[in-house]
């Protein structure tokens, strides 16, 4: 078994992005500027987005939270992202999800500025992801095949499974690992709630993503011996054992199946860490505006 250490290809690849920044506000003459959304007081995501912004201090970029009540009207809220889209000094612009059951995630979505949609969300970036065209790619997608690449993972020709078909994780990742690239060119089976004998559907797989969001959904009898094993899993409980007071779990058993994986990623200090790498190239892409002209 080897570890996909996201701390470590995490650490050395914010130190290029770092770089990158210092040479880019030299030649704009201010930072790359990433815009945070946060509505309401859900504990996770407030954690994700305060991890998002201190990890742009940490590169150099300008980071700003905003932060409104749960109670606060799509209206008001589309008209913030009115205002943001048009100011130059903003770069990227993300709504940290889930939204309050008031407000339609998809008209929030719709209403960035796909230039500025630096969580690969828009579906014109959706698009020009299926057809392999500059974009914005979602963030956790885009750290996995990172670590692919940093690994030199060859994915070519192999059977991949994802667990879950969440729009932020499981779809895109199906698209990107089918695609004519490299990580990608794989055979891609996107398994769900009404998959039927998903346990099988898992067993053939040379790679495993499991982003369903149940803690050690993965358990080593569905896992084939030196099988690639992807966790996205974040499920959050209550410890008194760790200084946030929280405890991380995975969506895979990781102790029962590491021995039987050629590579398995470790919660924490795997797919957390390289999400926000991809999120932080994302933004430094708007600010070079490589992908789109602004
Ligand atoms: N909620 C969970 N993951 C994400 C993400 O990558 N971006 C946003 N905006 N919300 C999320």
Redesign the pocket.
Known sequence: MNLLDGKHVSAKIKEDIKQEAAELTTKLGRKPHLVAILVGHDGG?ET?VASKMRNCEQVGFESTNLHYEADITEEALLSKITEINQDPSVDGL?????LPKHIDPEKVTEAIDYRKDV?GFHPINLGRMQRNLPCFI???PYGILLMLEHYQIDTSGKKAVIIGRSN?VGSPMSILLARNANPGNCTVTLTHSRTTNLAQEVQDADIIVAAIGKKNFVTADMVKEGAIVIDVGINREVSDLTKSGYKLFGDVDFEAVAPKSSWITPVPGGVGLM?IVGLLKNTLEAAKGTFYTK
């Open positions: 995501s994700y993300i709504v940290q999800l889930p969580d979602p963030a956790t932020i999400t």
